[in-house]
DNA sequence: TTTATTTTGGAATGATCGTTTCAGAATGTA
DNA sequence: TACATTCTGAAACGATCATTCCAAAATAAA
């Protein structure tokens, strides 16, 4: 019975992301958003609540890409579950490296966590499913004798997931490639034996 | 030739540091600083400058600290380099899980340093420090033959520092204890062989 | 075409931001 | 005691913050 917007929400989702991404939360104000979303300002309240809704929105659709991210490499055939966690591991040396752009759920983890129960919750829940996938990876990976029996899949799904937070923040101190290469290597080597 | 000031000034970078640790930069206001400081607004610009500048000073006193919390468990006679490092270790993990205020530098370093140079340069410093007193460590249980002889003692001391920062990040989310101390076993397990 | 409903643009809100100003109190030195 | 200098307290600064309001434009359905 009324118009509808002017724009697809989704897009202007990504674009405010992109903001949230770089700047964290409490460094971009509403002007930022308004300027990168191309959107006017009744418009974004109207559309996507306050300040503080429409970052859990673009929190969402982060963890919801990221963990996406991570499984399209279980479309890669021919490789034995091993051989898909190191191309995961592999890939995010890539990411870490290449762009600077540290990942917002570790951003966000340590600016606001702590603090907000809703964000905790969110972030919870992209890295339960991806833990989970390196997990089901491991378990299978020990089924099929690619790891030692004494291994703990659930605890080692952990460790890599945690490796990468460091990762991110020894590459944001040293900007040395070669060294998360290494440590990744090393990472890697230790899964084996 | 005219008054002292009517405070200390290290006791009034202590109080500050707490509320920037706990806060983070951007989410802490003047007004904080005032009211934990319990000194006037003027003094404060007069003793040290503007927000910026206080903060950096307050990293600097956090990064001194930090480091030499490090290197306390270096006195402790009767332990062999290794051991040393385990014992670094664990007192991380029980400060990791006692305390739920995050490494300080960790949380910078994802909220400012990739755009201040500043910042990125204290937080190198005393990470340097560390790892360097890790390397140490590595090198003589190397030495003598704690450790195995294909290690390379610098990327160890990386993995070992860098896994710290994951460590915070999971508790923060998690809040599961027994998974840091899970994930602490399995690093020192993997140092010895 | 009319009507009901929504979006839109832009101004305006009060609150809070970091910072400055300034007069007066305080005090070390001469 | 007198002077020079610094600190202190409180108010005030302009800028920016997130948010709201309202009239006008737009448009889907009746």
Redesign the pocket.
């Known amino acids: 019975?009324?118009?509808?917007?002017?724009?697809i929400p989704e897009e202007k989702i990504a674009k405010a992301l992109d903001v949230f991404w770089q700047k964290g939360y409490n460094a971009?104000?509403?002007?930022?958003l308004?300027d990168a979303m191309q959107?006017?300002?009744?418009?974004?309240?109207?559309?996507f609540g306050?300040?503080?809704n429409l970052f859990l929105e673009c929190l969402r659709t982060y963890g919801y890409l990221a963990a996406q991210d991570f499984e399209s490499v279980l479309k890669l055939k021919d490789l034995s579950p091993l051989e898909m966690l190191e191309k995961i591991i592999d890939v995010y040396v890539e990411g870490t490296v290449y762009d600077c752009k540290c990942c917002m759920g570790i951003k966000s983890s340590f600016e606001l966590a702590g603090d907000d129960e809703e964000v905790r919750r969110i972030i919870k829940q992209a890295s339960d499913r991806t833990i989970g996938l390196f997990t089901d990876l491991l378990r299978r990976a020990k089924e099929q004798g690619e790891i030692a029996e004494d291994k703990n899949p659930a605890v080692l799904a952990h460790i890599i997931f945690n490796g990468f937070c460091g990762w991110k923040q020894s590459y944001i101190q040293f900007k040395d490639a070669s060294l998360i290469e290494e440590m990744a290597t090393y990472t890697k080597k230790h899964l084996r034996n």
Do not use: E
């Open positions: 019975m009324a118009r509808d917007k002017d724009f971009t104000s509403m002007q930022d308004v959107i006017n300002r009744s418009s974004l309240y109207n559309s306050d300040k503080h």
